[in-house]
T-cell receptor, first 113, second 111 residues
Framework: GAGVSQSPSNKVTEKGKDVELRCDPI?????LYWYRQSLGQGLEFLIY????????KSGLPSDRFSAERTGGSVSTLTIQRTQQEDSAVYLC???????????FGPGTRLLVL | QKEVEQDPGPLSVPEGAIVSLNCTYS??????FMWYRQYSRKGPELLMY????GNKEDGRFTAQVDKSSKYISLFIRDSQPSDSATYLC???????????FGAGTILRVKS
């Protein structure tokens, strides 16, 4: 079946603009994660959605970052007033059950000029 | 200090070599251990998933966990140029909610 998909693949924006990144998880997966990967760095956890529970936002770096998950499926990560340090690859992952593997999308490469 | 430490490399080896990749961790709450492979401009994909201390083998790949030393390894036998990628260790605490990743090791296998 289809894997995790993300759009856009690449996004170039100007400093101060808002951006929205989209993630379509695998159908039936109850958990969805957002990560950020900067050049030469590992994956940094941002936010986690599990079913209808309140999301775990403990990894969001500032209040310019927010995310929502509509209908328990598609998720949007929004970055307001982008800064150059926000340039990174933003990865989405989903999993079906606790302790099962997370399946990753291809990522959105964000460049803030 | 990071919870998970991993040498970023790059590690360059000739084709056919045995590759050893390692991570150390500081929190004994980590119970489940994974290795992901990430090709350039792709998302990470799971290679190995282990729980207990000891070895787990899958084809040319062997994952090793030593919980007493807080040390995990991935061995690749008969390395191939197609193994050239970034290898990320990851681990989960007992609640199973969030993965904590190492920085990733860049591996280059030269033909």
């Amino acid at each position: 079946g289809a894997g995790v998909s993300q759009s856009p693949s690449n996004k170039v924006t100007e400093k101060g603009k808002d951006v929205e990144l989209r993630c379509d998880p695998i159908s039936g997966h109850t958990a969805l994660y957002w990560y950020r990967q900067s050049l030469g760095q590992g994956l940094e956890f941002l936010i986690y959605f599990q079913g209808n529970s309140a999301p775990d936002k403990s990894g969001l770096p500032s209040d310019r970052f927010s995310a929502e998950r509509t209908g328990g499926s598609v998720s949007t990560l929004t970055i307001q007033r982008t800064q150059q340090e926000d340039s990174a690859v933003y990865l989405c992952a989903s999993r079906r059950r606790l302790l099962e593997t997370q399946y990753f999308g291809p990522g959105t490469r964000l460049l803030v000029l | 200090q990071k919870e998970v430490e991993q040498d970023p490399g790059p590690l360059s080896v000739p084709e056919g070599a045995i590759v050893s990749l390692n991570c150390t961790y500081s929190n004994s709450a980590f119970q489940y251990f994974m290795w992901y492979r990430q090709y350039s401009r792709k998302g990470p994909e799971l290679l190995m998933y282990t729980y207990s201390s000891g070895n787990k083998e899958d084809g040319r790949f062997t994952a090793q966990v030593d919980k007493s030393s807080k040390y995990i390894s991935l061995f690749i036998r008969d390395s191939q140029p197609s193994d050239s990628a970034t290898y990320l260790c990851a681990m989960i605490k007992g609640d199973g909610n969030k993965l904590v990743f190492g920085a990733g090791t860049i591996l280059r296998v030269k033909s």
